[in-house]
């Protein structure tokens, strides 16, 4: 797949004639939300986790010098927490244009709390994008991010952002947390 994600998310018409549509955030959607929104809460999507495993040749880094941001991937029994938001159909084309360095949009069923949940959409970044990068230690990923920046500025602030954000919701997430932890002593404290 190449990079550009754009005209595959475009002929994603799932959700077209809807009114609104709730979008399921795990990465920088948690903290930053830079559009109109009808109303943001904090939800949950099953058996997937969240790993920072693509590549930003866009954002967080360079095409020379990619950095590392957060996709997710299957995994049985998991739990990825985050924010979602109900926003109209038209903000799709925005947040398109935005991800468009390998995310494609997906169908998924997102939980608020034990009893409600909705079908909403969730950008996700799979093996066979060109950008994506893949697995490695938490400590190479902190090395890799530590290095990195890009127009939307330090690789490092993402991550760390991320982690903060994750703490007031109340949610530990073991990768993004050892990450940070090597990621500021790489920084020394
Ligand atoms: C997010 O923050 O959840 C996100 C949104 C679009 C693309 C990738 C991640």
Redesign the pocket.
Known sequence: MSHNTIEINKAMDKFDGRHSVW????????YKADFPYIERRPASIEGWTRRFW?GSHDHRGTPEAPGR????VPQPGAVCH??AYLVTPEEFAH?DH??KNG?LRLAIDIHFDEEHSEEGL????TADNAAFLGEATELDIAQHIAAAVGPSGPNAEYLLHLAQALRELGHHDEHVFTIERHLRQLRGG
Not at 23 to 30: H, K
Not at 69 to 72: F, K
Not at 122 to 125: N, T
Request: charge should be neutral; proline fraction near 0%; charged fraction near 10%.
């Open positions: 979008l399921f955030g795990y990465g920088s959607l948690i693509q941001v957060a996709t997710i985050g924010m947040l935005r991800e995310y969730v950008y996700i970044a």
